[in-house]
């Protein structure tokens, strides 16, 4: 993936078609070993093709994969909740009681000071 990645920012940088070396002073710039088997493989890979076209193509293919749960199903309705709708029209909603502030003064410090 390192690999991949300065290929990728050689590109950026206008390198239409990086090599091996080029590939290799990027990763030693930032103190990375290049891994030579697995970097002649990729400049074999990507020899001659548009990276702008492999990333378009990269993206339709994502796009095609399923991602994320299902989520279940929803909830079940609570049994007889028809005939309790009078009980819930009589009750009062309990009143909320009035949350007090933490004081800031045992912590010793507040949060803009």
């Known amino acids: 993936m390192k690999h991949l990645a300065a290929y990728l920012l050689l590109g ?3 390198n239409t078609s ?3 070396e080029d590939v ?5 710039s930032v103190g990375i070993e290049a891994d030579s088997d697995r970097l002649d493989k990729l400049i074999k890979e990507l020899d001659g093709k548009d990276l702008q076209e492999l990333i378009a193509e990269g ?3 994502l796009a095609s994969v399923p991602s ?3 989520g279940g199903g929803a909830a079940a309705p609570a ?5 309790g709708g009078e009980a819930a029209a ?3 909603p309990p009143e909320k009681e009035e949350e007090k502030e933490e004081s800031d003064e045992d912590m ?4 803009f000071d």
């Open 90 to 92: 009589e009750e009062k």
């Open 18 to 20: 990086p090599s091996a």
């Open 68 to 70: 994320g749960g299902g």
């Open 12 to 14: 950026l940088g206008g």
């Open 79 to 83: 049994a007889g909740g028809a005939a």
């Open 59 to 61: 993206s339709q293919k």
């Open 24 to 28: 290799k002073g990027v990763l030693s």
């Open 108 to 111: 010793g410090f507040g949060l």
